[in-house]
């Protein structure tokens, strides 16, 4: 089984940048495991990823969105909004929410 996982991701310019690092800290802290489980990146719109993770391996892909404080001498905030076990439910929802943060 999978889990969609909804983040937000500041600051805006760095997308890609933040979310390959959050798939490197996750490869680092699972090593072997990585085997049984997979994360993906499934949508990108805007600041917002979906990203598709195994359900056991869910708990490690939040454990990486805390550790990611900084890249490149610049603040970083990785904000989990959403998990749903489908993605129709995720697709309507990355539209439909508000964003968190106004400032950062």
């Known amino acids: 089984m999978a889990r969609y996982v909804l983040v937000e991701i500041y600051p805006e ?6 979310t390959q690092e959050v798939i490197n800290t996750f490869k680092k802290i699972l090593g072997l495991r990585i085997i049984r489980g ?9 600041n917002r990823v979906v990203l598709k993770v195994s ?17 490149n001498d610049s603040r970083v905030v990785i904000l989990t909004v959403r998990i749903s076990g489908t ?4 697709y309507v929802q990355l539209d439909s929410i508000p964003k968190l943060l106004t400032k950062v």
């Open 55 to 71: 359900t056991n391996l869910l708990p490690y892909l939040r454990a990486c969105t805390i550790l990611i404080r900084q890249i």
């Open 87 to 90: 993605i129709r439910k995720i």
């Open 38 to 46: 997979y994360l993906r990146v499934v949508k990108k719109k805007g």
């Open 13 to 18: 310019d760095h997308v890609d940048t933040i």
